[in-house]
């Protein structure tokens, strides 16, 4: 069961951080940074979502080598491709994008394939 969690806690945090950097660099409805790389850049340096995006994957990174010290790579790493799911749900909910119903349709085809990869593998 800790396996689970700790597999969960890493995509959670995989798709928080990049919602994050989405954020940090700005939405889509957002102006384009003045100053062009240099503002960009400069941008990164001070943006607070930024920061928590890095944060984020801090925690992320530890709970994924926690997880590989409890079970294989083989099952570990195709369960990391909830993130992609979770990314697709986070871009409708939190960032307001819209998402066809293809996307909807493979992001349901990449959960089934989570489950005959990874089910029940730990």
Do not use: N
């Amino acid at each position: 069961m800790l396996i689970w969690a700790l597999l969960l806690g890493t995509v959670l945090c995989d798709v928080g951080g990049q919602v994050c950097f989405k954020l940090g660099v700005g939405h889509e409805t957002a102006p384009a940074p003045a100053g062009g790389l240099r503002g960009f850049f400069g941008g990164l340096l001070v943006s607070p979502w930024i920061a928590a995006g890095i944060l984020v994957y801090v925690v992320e990174i530890t709970m994924w080598f926690a997880a590989l010290s409890m079970t294989r790579l083989s099952i570990a790493y195709p369960f990391m491709a909830l993130s992609y799911c979770g990314v697709v749900i986070a871009s409708r909910w939190i960032l307001g994008e819209r998402v066809s119903p293809r996307r909807w349709l493979a992001t349901g085809a990449v959960v089934f394939g989570v489950a005959l990869a990874c089910w029940p593998g730990i």
